[in-house]
Nanobody, 118 residues
Framework: QVQLVESGGGLVQAGGSLRLSCAAS????????MGWFRQAPGKQRELVAE???????NYADSGKGRFTISRDKGNNLVYLQMNSLKPEDTAVYYC????????????WGQGTQVTVSS
């Protein structure tokens, strides 16, 4: 089991920036990828960005050019740098871990609220 704790959310004006952090602990060796997801009110949870164990990165179209996912492997941290934020980026952002055994994102953090005002 992997435990995940997010931090760094908050209220920001449109055009501003935030950096989200995710601290992972537990069965880190079972993780094949880490991802950031978000869920806005009334909408389904969606992938924002992911980074594999090997360092491959994938972004959803919504964040390309504005969001950057990175990691500090030594400290089991994953970051999401979000620039040029828009009101439509308002959502609860979740950190998730994909495990080798299932191939699914099956460990989740509690989420952190990001609110972008216009």
């Amino acid at each position: 089991q992997v435990q995940l704790v997010e931090s760094g959310g908050g209220l920001v004006q449109a055009g501003g920036s935030l950096r989200l952090s995710c601290a992972a602990s537990g069965s880190i060796l079972s993780v094949s990828a880490m991802g950031w997801f978000r869920q806005a009110p009334g909408k389904q949870r969606e992938l924002v960005a992911e980074i594999t164990r090997g360092g491959s990165i994938n972004y959803a179209d919504s964040g390309k050019g504005r969001f950057t996912i990175s990691r500090d492997k030594g400290n089991n941290l994953v970051y999401l740098q979000m620039n040029s934020l828009k009101p439509e980026d308002t959502a609860v952002y979740y950190c998730a871990a994909q495990t080798i055994r299932t191939g699914a994102f099956d460990s989740w953090g509690q989420g952190t609220q990001v609110t972008v005002s216009s």
